[in-house]
C-alpha cells in the first residue's frame, strides 16, 4: 500500500500527464510549405483542441477515440500505460457534483514537425499548477500522432520531468531555518505552555554552506535544565541520491535519518530512526513557514513498533534579531 508521501507524488503526477496530454498540441508551430501540411497540422490541432474539451468533461469515450489501439503512454517516473485504457478511465461528474478544479496549464515552447506524410512528431514544455496548489510542476513532453483511419490520433506521449535546481540553490531555499526558535502554544496566546516540552531550536550554516546545522533542546514539564534532551541535525545534499537529506543523533542515543522534499510550499522530511531502546520510527516532519518568523511544525507518526502513536503539532517563532543575516557566519 502506498505511503501518504507517495500517494501524493502519484496524484501530482497524475495532475500533470492528464494536463500534458490536454496540451499535446499546445501552440503549434505551423508548418510550411505544401498546402497538404498546412491541411495536416490543422487537423491536429482540430485533434488536440478536441482531446483537451473531452479531458475537461471527463468524457472517457471520446478521449479513447483519439488515440491509436496500440498507443502507450511513458510517464515521468518510467510507469508504461496503454493510451486507451488511461483515459477510458476518466468519467464525467454526475448531475449536482461539484466540477473539480482545474489545473492551471501554461505552455512555454511547442513545436510540431512531420517525420512523414502520416506521422508527425510534437515536443514541448509545460507549467502546471495542480488544483489546490501555488507551486507549478515543470515537465516536458514529446507526442507521435499518426493518421489513421482517415484522421489524426495519438500513437504514443512520452512525459519527463522539468530541469531540477542545483544542489547549491536547493539548499538555499531553506535558509529561512537559520536562527532561533522558541516553540510556543496558540492556545496560550502564543506563550510557552507550562504542562509541555520546553523546545529551543538554533540553526546556523557551516562555513562552507554546504550544511545547515540546527541544536535542539528538549527540557520535559518541571525538569532542571541538565534533564534536557540534546539534539543535533545536519541537513545537506546528497550528491548520490541527488536529494536534500538529513542525519540527526540524539544525547540519549537515538539517532535517524531523513530525505527532504517540497510538497506545495511546504517541506516535508521523511524521516526514519532508531531510538535508544533498539526500536525502530518513521514519521513525515511537516514544515510549513509563513514567510515571517513563524513556522509550523508537524510530525505524523507512520511507524513505531508497531504502536499507534498520536500526531505532533508544534509552532516554532524565531527570535527578534536572529535571522538569516545573523545565521549564515
Known amino acids: ?36 501540411l498546412a491541411a495536416d497540422t490543422k487537423a491536429i490541432q482540430e485533434a488536440g483542441q478536441a482531446y483537451k474539451v473531452a479531458l475537461e468533461r471527463g468524457d472517457g469515450k471520446a478521449l479513447t477515440a483519439l488515440w491509436t489501439p496500440d ?60 488544483p489546490g496548489h501555488t507551486a507549478p510542476l515543470h515537465g ?20 519527463a520531468r522539468g530541469d531540477e535546481a542545483s544542489g547549491e540553490e536547493s539548499l538555499a531555499s531553506l535558509d529561512w531555518m537559520v536562527g532561533d526558535w522558541t516553540a510556543v502554544d496558540e492556545a496560550t496566546a502564543g506563550k510557552p505552555a507550562a504542562n509541555k516540552p520546553k523546545i529551543e531550536v538554533s540553526a546556523r550554516w557551516n562555513p562552507t554552506r554546504t550544511f545547515l546545522l540546527r541544536d535542539m533542546k528538549i527540557t520535559p514539564p518541571g525538569a532542571v535544565a541538565d534533564a534536557a534532551i540534546q539534539v543535533t541535525q545536519r541537513i545537506g545534499w546528497d550528491p548520490l541520491s541527488k536529494s536534500i537529506r538529513s542525519w540527526v543523533f540524539s544525547s540519549d542515543g537515538g539517532h535517524g535519518e531523513a530525505a527532504w522534499s517540497r510538497d506545495d510550499g511546504s517541506w516535508v522530511a521523511r524521516t526514519t530512526a532508531v531510538l535508544p531502546d533498539g526500536s525502530q520510527t518513521s514519521s513525515l516532519n511537516i514544515y510549513s513557514y509563513d514567510g515571517k518568523d513563524k513556522c509550523l511544525w508537524r510530525s505524523l507518526p507512520t511507524h513505531v513498533g508497531g504502536e499507534h502513536m498520536p500526531q505532533v503539532k508544534i509552532t516554532l517563532v524565531r527570535k527578534p534579531g536572529t535571522g538569516t543575516t545573523e545565521g549564515a557566519r
Open 140 to 159: 516536458r513532453f514529446s507526442a507521435t500522432w499518426v493518421r489513421h483511419e482517415g484522421s489524426w490520433k495519438l500513437a504514443a506521449l512520452r512525459e
Open 1 to 36: 500500500m502506498p505511503t501518504f508521501l507517495e500517494s501524493r507524488a502519484s496524484q501530482r503526477a497524475a495532475t500533470l500527464l492528464h494536463a500534458v496530454l490536454a496540451l499535446v498540441i499546445g501552440a503549434i508551430v505551423p508548418a510550411s510549405g505544401r498546402a497538404d
Open 71 to 130: 498507443g502507450d503512454i511513458v510517464d515521468a517516473m518510467g510507469n508504461v500505460m496503454k493510451g486507451r485504457d488511461t483515459v477510458s478511465m476518466l468519467e464525467p461528474a454526475a448531475e449536482g457534483d461539484a466540477k473539480p478544479g482545474q489545473p492551471e496549464i501554461a505552455v512555454r515552447e511547442t513545436k510540431l514537425r512531420f517525420l512523414d506524410a502520416d506521422v508527425a512528431l510534437e515536443d514541448g514544455t509545460v507549467e502546471v499548477v495542480p
